[in-house]
């Protein structure tokens, strides 16, 4: 069993910054893969970012350049780095922990860009 909870989540203005945590207890090693989703009102969820064993990293067209995925040594943390934040970018952010078919979802965290 594992469980994620995400953090950093707020309120910024657009060409901010914020920096998004999720902490994963449990078993969690490289065959997992980490990845950051978001949602927001009446749309379908969007991939964001992954980080997979290796440390090699994927993300969605309409972050890329802007975002950067993470992930400490320990497996225990991984991090989204969000800069050059557009309104666009507004929905609750997850983080989500894949290894082949079984995966976990944390609660979310908010984040709103204002104009």
């Known amino acids: 069993q594992v469980q994620l909870e995400e953090s950093g989540g707020g309120l910024v203005q657009a060409g901010g910054s914020l920096r998004l945590s999720c902490a994963a207890s449990?078993?969690?090693?490289?065959?997992?893969?980490m990845r950051w989703l978001r949602h927001a009102p009446w749309k379908e969820r969007d991939f964001v970012a992954a980080i997979v064993g290796g440390g090699v990293t994927r993300y969605g067209d309409s972050v890329k350049g802007r975002f950067s995925v993470s992930r400490d040594k320990t497996m225990s943390a991984v991090y989204l780095q969000m800069t050059s934040l557009k309104p666009e970018d507004t929905a609750v952010y997850y983080c989500?922990?894949?290894?082949?078919?079984?995966?976990?979802w944390g609660q979310g965290t908010q984040v709103t860009v204002s104009q």
């Open positions: 449990g078993h969690t090693d490289s065959t997992y893969a």
């Open positions: 989500n922990a894949k290894s082949g078919p079984v995966e976990y």
